[in-house]
Structure formats: structure tokens, C-alpha cells
């Protein structure tokens, strides 16, 4: 027979909230004769029993770098005029970032796709469409990320310059840190579980052995308010969460 007693597991809101968080599933198994009787659980219950915790440790962490596109199209009857198109309004985009405090060298191209009605076969002389449509996405890196943000916030600027943006792009916002923060944010999830696993232990007059299994921890990167209406990629301001999974050996 086999018999498992749990802890529901905390809700992780509830985690995060106090700063160390534990999930404890305790796993009894048995072996006889299916009765459950007296010692017969008792012995079984000392010969195998174990605690799993999980410890959680967060970090509130600020991004160090955007990353930006662009993307604007230009249309005209033959390829060399929608070229040129194309490139004036380029110019006209990295005249608006210099205006804006930010430096366009670093502009690069990231795609670049010319449509040709014709090959097509969405082109007749009766078709009032132009022929070419030249399509280029430009993409933007910078540390500073705030000037970033504020002026994507401008970009409306850029039709009344004539240029005809493909859509509208927000910034995402990266950390670099993660590597350096992580060793800290380990050892601290570890003690919280260890923690908790020594409570139980005490709680229900056990003593806490070695390690069974070790999970070094899964890194979550979150918004610093946590909602459904936000994304970590377009976030400045960031949340790090990270949680391990220790499982204990106990022993009377």
C-alpha cells in the first residue's frame, strides 16, 4: 500500500509577500500488509520518510540596456524612387533621434523587403497601386534606456516628417546582471528552504538529514507590479525571481 500525506502547497503571492517562500509535500511509503494498524505505520513512516521545500529569493532590478525598432515602408511606380524614398526617410529618422538627445550611428538595419506587385501577380495597368513597396525595420541600441523610452513616446513626430511608419514598435528594456546576481539570489532561495525544512523537521519531532535531490533554482524575469497587463520585455523596472527545490532526508 502506499500512502502520501501533503502540505498544500502556499500560493506564491503569499511567497513573494513575506520574501521566503516553502512548499512542503511529505511522502510517507509503506510496505505490509495493507492494514493500517499501530506500529505497522510507524515503522514504515521512520524508514522512509522525507521533506521537499522549495526556497525563494527575489531581486528588484533596474534594465541596462534598449533595444528599439523601427519600422517604416516607402511606395512609388519604379524601384530607384521608392529606393530614394526610402532613404530620405531614414535620414528623416535619424535627424528625429538626434534631435531627441539620441545618437543615430548606432542605427542598424535589421530586415529590409521589397514587394513587387507585378512578380506578384497582384499588378494591372488598371491598378491605381504603385508597383513597389520597400519595407525596412531599423533597430536601435542604446544604455540609456529612460531617454529611450521617452522619445518612443515622440514617434508621432515621424509621419508629420512624411515618413510612413509599418506599425508601431515599444522598446524592450534587457538586464545584463542576471549572472552576477544569480550565485547571491541561490544561496539565499537554499537557506529559505533549508529553513523551512528544519521547521517541519522540528514540528513534527524529526530530525533533518542529508540531501536527496537539489534543484539549483528556475529564474523567473517579471514585471516589478506582476499584472496581466504588463510584459517584462517593455519593462524598465523588473522583478527576478528565483526558486529552488530541495528534498531532505529526515530520521528521528
Given at each position: 500500500?502506499f500512502?502520501?500525506m501533503s502540505?498544500?502547497?502556499?500560493?506564491?503571492?503569499?511567497?513573494s509577500?513575506?520574501?521566503?517562500g516553502?512548499l512542503?509535500?511529505?511522502?510517507?511509503?509503506?510496505?505490509?500488509?495493507?492494514?493500517?494498524v499501530?506500529?505497522?505505520?510507524?515503522?514504515?513512516?521512520?524508514?522512509?520518510?522525507?521533506?521537499?521545500?522549495?526556497?525563494?529569493?527575489?531581486?528588484?532590478?533596474?534594465a541596462?540596456?534598449?533595444?528599439?525598432k523601427?519600422?517604416?515602408?516607402a511606395?512609388?511606380?519604379?524601384?530607384?524612387?521608392?529606393?530614394?524614398?526610402?532613404?530620405?526617410?531614414t535620414?528623416?529618422?535619424?535627424?528625429?533621434?538626434q534631435?531627441?538627445?539620441?545618437?543615430?550611428?548606432g542605427?542598424?538595419?535589421?530586415s529590409?523587403?521589397?514587394?513587387?506587385?507585378?512578380?506578384?501577380?497582384?499588378f494591372?495597368k488598371?491598378?491605381?497601386?504603385?508597383?513597389?513597396?520597400?519595407?525596412q525595420?531599423?533597430?536601435?541600441?542604446?544604455?540609456?534606456?529612460?531617454?529611450?523610452?521617452?522619445?518612443?513616446q515622440?514617434?508621432?513626430?515621424?509621419?508629420?516628417?512624411?515618413?510612413?511608419?509599418?506599425?508601431y514598435?515599444?522598446?524592450?528594456?534587457?538586464?545584463?546582471?542576471l549572472?552576477?546576481?544569480?550565485?547571491?539570489?541561490?544561496?539565499?532561495?537554499?537557506?529559505?528552504?533549508?529553513?523551512?525544512?528544519?521547521?517541519?523537521?522540528?514540528?513534527?519531532?524529526?530530525?533533518?538529514?542529508?540531501?536527496?535531490?537539489?534543484?539549483?533554482?528556475?529564474?523567473?524575469?517579471?514585471?516589478?507590479?506582476?499584472?496581466?497587463?504588463?510584459?517584462?520585455?517593455?519593462?524598465?523596472?523588473?522583478?527576478?525571481?528565483?526558486?529552488?527545490?530541495?528534498?531532505?532526508?529526515l530520521?528521528?
Amino acid at each position: 500500500m502506499f500512502m502520501v500525506m501533503s502540505i498544500r502547497e502556499v500560493n506564491m503571492k503569499q511567497l513573494s509577500a513575506v520574501g521566503i517562500g516553502a512548499l512542503i509535500v511529505f511522502g510517507l511509503g509503506m510496505v505490509g500488509s495493507g492494514y493500517f494498524v499501530g506500529g505497522g505505520i510507524y515503522e514504515a513512516f521512520a524508514k522512509d520518510r522525507q521533506v521537499t521545500v522549495k526556497g525563494l529569493a527575489e531581486r528588484e532590478v533596474t534594465a541596462d540596456v534598449a533595444v528599439w525598432k523601427i519600422s517604416h515602408r516607402a511606395s512609388h511606380d519604379t524601384l530607384a524612387d521608392a529606393k530614394e524614398k526610402l532613404k530620405a526617410d531614414t535620414a528623416s529618422i535619424k535627424s528625429f533621434l538626434q534631435e531627441n538627445g539620441l545618437d543615430p550611428s548606432g542605427l542598424t538595419v535589421n530586415s529590409y523587403h521589397i514587394q513587387d506587385r507585378v512578380s506578384d501577380g497582384y499588378f494591372n495597368k488598371d491598378n491605381k497601386a504603385t508597383r513597389f513597396t520597400l519595407t525596412q525595420t531599423l533597430l536601435l541600441q542604446s544604455t540609456d534606456v529612460e531617454l529611450v523610452r521617452a522619445v518612443s513616446q515622440k514617434i508621432a513626430d515621424l509621419p508629420e516628417k512624411g515618413v510612413v511608419l509599418n506599425g508601431y514598435n515599444q522598446p524592450t528594456y534587457v538586464f545584463q546582471g542576471l549572472n552576477d546576481i544569480k550565485p547571491d539570489m541561490v544561496a539565499e532561495a537554499t537557506r529559505a528552504a533549508r529553513e523551512s525544512a528544519q521547521k517541519f523537521a522540528t514540528d513534527s519531532g524529526s530530525e533533518l538529514e542529508t540531501i536527496l535531490y537539489a534543484n539549483q533554482g528556475v529564474v523567473q524575469i517579471l514585471p516589478l507590479i506582476n499584472t496581466s497587463e504588463l510584459n517584462a520585455n517593455t519593462e524598465i523596472h523588473k522583478k527576478i525571481r528565483l526558486v529552488t527545490t530541495i528534498t531532505y532526508k529526515l530520521a528521528d
